[in-house]
């Protein structure tokens, strides 16, 4: 057995497998599907002060290489996520990192600030780059903007990394990775969903109720191990910053490809919709592939694409 363990931000993960925000439920749902000891850690879905519908229907639908959601942060609001979900956290078997949205910086403020102080939540993540509400994006396209945020929140998140979720719906996402690590990010996302938009062809009107949503899964995989890689070799490992690579990851391949782009954990969350117990091949299959290597430690692999 290899050791696939790593350390996110001070935050050990018994392997790198995340599941990503918005995927997999509030806290444990996913728990009849598979033992949750065998993944590194779940991310809640994005959380914000006010509970809120989201989008009407449709707002999930299928691309042929993956998929377009506009759910638009669907979700309790942080009191009755506390009051009424978390508790479903006490005694998790791996790690919860919680996942913060807003409209504002004081929106952001009092979610992030209520996650700091929750026992159960071992990580604050930030989502500035959700493509799917009408402002999601208002923090997560200029660094200036993200600066201005993170000046708010760091202070308040004394107790917990802070993560930043990255868009890669921009030009530059290696300048946004140095903004939010420049105010104070301990770990990077990379990254959320691609903005994207789907026609019928009879009708002639927008498959999504909201015309445009965000794209995931399979097709976008090759684009994120880029970005990764750009992030990493730009920022991250200079500055000691791991990044969650996140983007279409099906099989142990895929993770192993994020590994070497630079990330020291994967998340998961289009496969999971295909087969919710997919996590559990990919820890395996990276468990051999690290042997196979002639490696003790996942960690060893870490950004070791050869140029
Ligand atoms: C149905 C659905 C809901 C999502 N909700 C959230 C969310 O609440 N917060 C967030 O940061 N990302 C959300 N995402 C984005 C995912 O966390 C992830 O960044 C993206 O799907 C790319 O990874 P994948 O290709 O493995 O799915 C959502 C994605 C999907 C498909």
């Known amino acids: 057995m290899s ?5 996110l931000a001070g935050v050990t993960l018994a392997n790198p497998i995340v599941l990503a925000a918005g995927t997999c439920g509030y806290v444990n749902e996913i728990a009849d599907a598979f033992a949750l000891g065998r993944i590194g850690a779940i991310t809640t879905k994005s959380i914000t002060k006010e509970s809120r519908e989201g989008n009407p229907p449709w707002r999930i639908i ?38 913060v949205a807003g409209h504002s910086i004081d929106q952001y403020l009092s979610v992030a600030a209520a996650f700091d102080r929750a ?33 708010e929140i760091k202070p308040a998140v004394r107790a917990k990394p802070l993560l930043v979720k990255l868009s ?52 976008i995989h090759p684009i994120v191990v880029r970005m990764v890689h750009d992030v990493w070799r730009g920022v991250a490992r200079d500055a000691g910053v791991p990044i969650i690579g996140l983007g279409g990851v099906c099989n142990w391949r895929d993770a192993a490809e994020f590994i070497l782009a630079g990330a020291t954990a994967v998340g998961m969350g289009t496969a999971l919709f295909i087969d919710p117990r997919a996590p559990l091949r990919v820890v395996d299959g990276l468990d051999a592939w690290v042997a196979r290597q002639g490696c003790r430690c996942i960690t060893e692999l870490i950004g070791a694409a050869k140029a």
């Open 3 to 7: 050791e696939l363990s790593v350390n």
């Open 62 to 99: 299928d691309s042929p290489a993956g998929m377009l959601n506009a759910i638009g942060l669907a979700n309790v609001g942080v009191d009755r996520f506390i009051a009424e979900k978390l508790p479903a956290a006490r005694g998790l078997p791996c790690k919860l990192i919680g996942s």
């Open 119 to 151: 026992a159960e939540i071992a990580a604050v993540e930030l989502n500035v780059s959700c493509p799917n509400t009408s402002d999601g994006l208002q923090f997560g396209e200029h660094p200036q903007a993200l600066r201005a945020l993170l000046a």
């Open 168 to 219: 890669p719906n921009v030009g530059d996402i290696v300048a946004m990775a140095r903004a939010a690590v420049d105010g104070g990010a301990q770990a990077l996302v990379v990254a959320n969903t691609f903005s994207a938009m789907a026609i019928d062809v009879e009708s002639r009107g927008f498959r999504l109720s909201r015309g445009r949503g965000g794209l995931s899964g399979p097709g």
